[in-house]
């Protein structure tokens, strides 16, 4: 994994603050989930419950901004969805595997 400590606290503060109260797993995936890889944006794969999903939809730009005061201007990508769409699609099932729990 190829976040600094601050990079890695910093999300999951964010993560906590924003989704304080509803469940949610969040992924690290892409360029900077293999340590052997170089540059690259952050990929975030955040996991909800389907009764979830709407709100957090709905936070997901306040999550981005949370993040950013957190650990600076970066590209960040944040994908929200529930384990039944992952299954359903074929990118996300492709990605999941070669996910690294934060």
Known sequence: ?????AEHKGILSACNQ?????KHTLYLFGSRADSE??????DLLMVVSAENLKSMLLD???FLVEI???I?????DL???TEEHISKDEFLKSIK???ILL
């Open 1 to 5: 994994m190829r976040l600094r400590e």
């Open 18 to 22: 924003v989704a304080a109260g509803r």
């Open 37 to 42: 890889k170089k540059g690259g944006d952050i």
């Open 60 to 62: 997901k730009h306040h």
């Open 68 to 70: 950013k005061s957190k």
């Open 72 to 76: 600076g201007e970066q590209k960040i």
């Open 79 to 81: 994908i929200i969805t």
């Open 97 to 99: 595997p070669d996910c």
